[in-house]
């Protein structure tokens, strides 16, 4: 696939089944595990995205909470992802027309 070598997160609207949940471990392993995701914390949404596993972020928001994972890469990891390389998928169509003006 395209993102084979990528680093990969997710920003939900809900909980992914609450702390410490079969469903996270299951998304965390969907992701490829902490070595695509440098991160198994579960972070609150934007403004205050502390890892790549983001929960509770409202629709229609959930584009801040992107930048937010951006950032912490940036400054607790290293890894600089530029915009254009910033993929994201939704199954609410409100959420991907928020990236076009951020």
């Known amino acids: ?22 469903e996270r471990a299951t998304l965390l392993q969907a992701l490829g595990g902490t070595q695509w995701t440098l991160s198994d914390a579960w972070s609150p949404p934007a403004p205050n995205v502390q890892s790549t596993l983001v929960v509770g972020a409202p629709d229609g928001t959930k584009h801040l ?18 915009d254009d ?13 928020s990236f076009k003006v951020s």
Do not use: E, H, M
């Open 1 to 22: 696939t395209f993102c084979r070598r990528c680093y990969r997160g997710v920003v939900s609207a809900g909980v992914a089944g609450g702390p410490n949940s079969a």
């Open 65 to 82: 909470s992107v930048r937010g994972i951006q950032t912490w890469l940036r400054t607790t990891k290293g890894v600089t992802i530029p």
């Open 85 to 97: 390389q910033v993929y994201f998928y939704d199954d609410n169509r409100r959420n991907p027309p």
